[in-house]
Structure formats: C-alpha cells, structure tokens
C-alpha cells in the first residue's frame, strides 16, 4: 500500500505540473503532498509493527493508517478530475507523463460519453430535474483506477520505479 500510495503522489504531481489553472494545480499539490506524508508514516508504522509484533495498539494504529491513506487517495484523484476538467498543458516527452496524459484523456473521453448519453436519455421528470432512479453514476478517476487489474507481479518493492517501468504500470 505504501507503495501504491507513491505512485498516487507521483501522478498528482505530474497532473498538477501540467494543470492550466494554478488553483486547481495548489489543491492537487496539497493532496498529493498530504499523501506523501500517510504514506510515509505508514510505512515507519509498518515496520515498527513487523519488529514489535502483535500488540492491539499496534494493529489499531496501522488500520488507521491505512484508512487515512485511503481517504488521501481519494482526494488526489478528486483533485485531479477537477484539474482534468479544467484543462492540462501538453505534456513533455518524459513517458511517464504521456502515460499519466493519456489515462486522464480516457478518463475525461468516458465522461463526456457518459454526459452525451444522459443528455439523450429522457432521464427528466416533467419539471426538468434529474430522474435519480435508474441514472448511472457518472465516470470517476477512482472508478477507472478500481476497474484497471492487478499487476503485482510487475511492482518493485521499492517506490522508485525501475528502468523500463512507469508510475502507471503499477497497480494503483
């Protein structure tokens, strides 16, 4: 999870670098950085835990943890919609970033399918309010993370990837 929760920061600011709005960039930097921080005292108590051994203070810290870096996640990818949303800079040559570009484009693609069909459907009642019984959510950046399948056997153990390896290719 540790690991996981670096590749999630490492995308944040990449998108955050390339946002066109520097409020919407400030926002995903703090989340991203907000991540960094549970990330990183995850994995001090993870350790701390694995040398000490079973201890319920221990287990309950390390839940919690985890749970707080669940919720940073999620921010940063609710960050990043928004910053999707509003428009992203033309990317450098660096492959990491033309992958993070382009998983953002499928993601902003889906959602402007999704917006098209809705409009389409008669899905209104007579005063023009969205019918809520039988509307499909629309697409998020954490629905098409959950959606992607899980490459463990591609993740280092360590956070930096290796040569040939990109942020993206691990599992988020």
Request: some cysteine.
């Amino acid at each position: 999870m540790v690991s996981d929760g670096q590749v999630v920061v490492k995308f944040g600011n990449i998108l955050a670098k390339h946002c066109l709005d520097q409020r919407f960039s400030s926002e995903l930097l703090r989340a991203a950085e907000r991540t960094q921080s549970i990330s990183s005292q995850l994995g001090i108590v993870a350790r701390v835990k694995a040398v000490t051994g079973e201890s319920k203070a221990s287990s309950e810290l390390l839940l919690s943890n985890v749970q707080n870096l669940i919720h940073a996640v999620q921010h940063v990818l609710r960050a990043a919609e928004a910053a999707c949303v509003k428009g992203l800079g033309q990317p450098s040559a660096d492959p990491e970033e033309e992958e993070v570009a382009a998983f953002c484009q499928q993601w902003r693609k889906n959602l402007t399918q999704h917006r098209a069909k809705e409009a389409l459907n008669s899905s209104r009642d007579e005063l023009g309010l969205r019918k809520t019984r039988g509307a499909k959510a629309e697409p998020s950046l954490i629905s098409l993370v959950q959606e992607q399948p899980p490459r463990s056997r591609n993740i280092p153990k360590h956070p930096n990837p290796r040569k040939g390896h990109t942020a993206m290719d691990r599992h988020l």
